[in-house]
T-cell receptor
Framework: AQKVTQAQTEISVVEKEDVTLDCVYE???????LFWYKQPPSGELVFLIR??????QNEISGRYSWNFQKSTSSFNFTITASQVVDSAVYFC???????????????FGKGTKLSVKP | NAGVTQTPKFRVLKTGQSMTLLCAQD?????MYWYRQDPGMGLRLIHY???????AKGEVPDGYNVSRLKKQNFLLGLESAAPSQTSVYFC??????????????FGEGSRLTVL
């Protein structure tokens, strides 16, 4: 069975600190996809990144970076120089491969609430 | 672009009442989903549909029914609401093929309170 664990329920940092959100996943599939979504206080869900299981390259997008390590089944998310606007709940998610007609349903972790204080 | 639209945004029900949440997407997506979000529980899949006329159960389907009569619409029904169904409901859709397949597009959520 697939499972996503975000062990950090809440994190509080001061602006400009770096912060890493942890995500550990379980799956028996050899091909799968990992995602991060952001949910700001306004409530909408914002897609941040998708990574497939064959691509272990780290990715950087501005202040955001993602570290994917298959050896430890982790897909961690780092915010550099955090800002107040980064305050949100962040969800990590996993889906099986969806080519060939598979429905590829996303399984979400329980989320990490990040509070960035000025 | 409207994307994914949910109606209503807020609703208060009494135990035993029925209601329907409507999800509409204008992106011609094949797949549609209903999730519920509860504090500390993340998002849990209720039902989903892989195409017009098809539906399937997700992780927490009990107490809900769905229909996908038109490709652009996915309805979530509560026949006899219970307080345990107090939650925020999110609809999502995604395309089946192409470079962006896998990315879920979410609606803004519908907050339902059952008294």
């Amino acid at each position: 069975a697939q499972k996503v664990t975000q062990a950090q329920t809440e994190i509080s940092v001061v602006e400009k600190e770096d912060v890493t959100l942890d995500c550990v996943y379980e799956t028996r599939d050899t091909t799968y996809y990992l995602f991060w979504y952001k949910q700001p206080p306004s409530g909408e869900l914002v897609f941040l990144i998708r990574r497939n299981s064959f691509d272990e390259q780290n990715e950087i997008s501005g202040r955001y970076s993602w570290n994917f390590q298959k050896s430890t089944s982790s897909f961690n998310f780092t915010i550099t120089a955090s800002q107040v606007v980064d305050s949100a709940v962040y969800f990590c998610a996993l889906s099986e491969a969806y080519y060939g007609g598979s429905q590829g349903n996303l399984i979400f972790g329980k989320g990490t609430k990040l509070s960035v204080k000025p | 672009n409207a994307g994914v639209t949910q109606t209503p945004k807020f609703r208060v029900l009494k135990t035993g009442q029925s209601m329907t949440l409507l999800c509409a997407q204008d992106m011609n997506h094949e797949y549609m989903y209903w999730y519920r979000q509860d504090p500390g529980m993340g998002l849990r899949l209720i039902h989903y549909s892989v195409g017009e006329g098809t539906t399937a159960k997700g992780e927490v389907p009990d107490g809900y029914n769905v229909s996908r009569l038109k490709k652009q619409n996915f309805l979530l029904g509560l026949e006899s609401a219970a307080p345990s169904q107090t939650s925020v409901y999110f609809c999502a859709s995604r395309t089946r093929q192409g470079p962006n397949t896998g990315e879920l597009f979410f609606g803004e959520g519908s907050r339902l309170t059952v008294l």
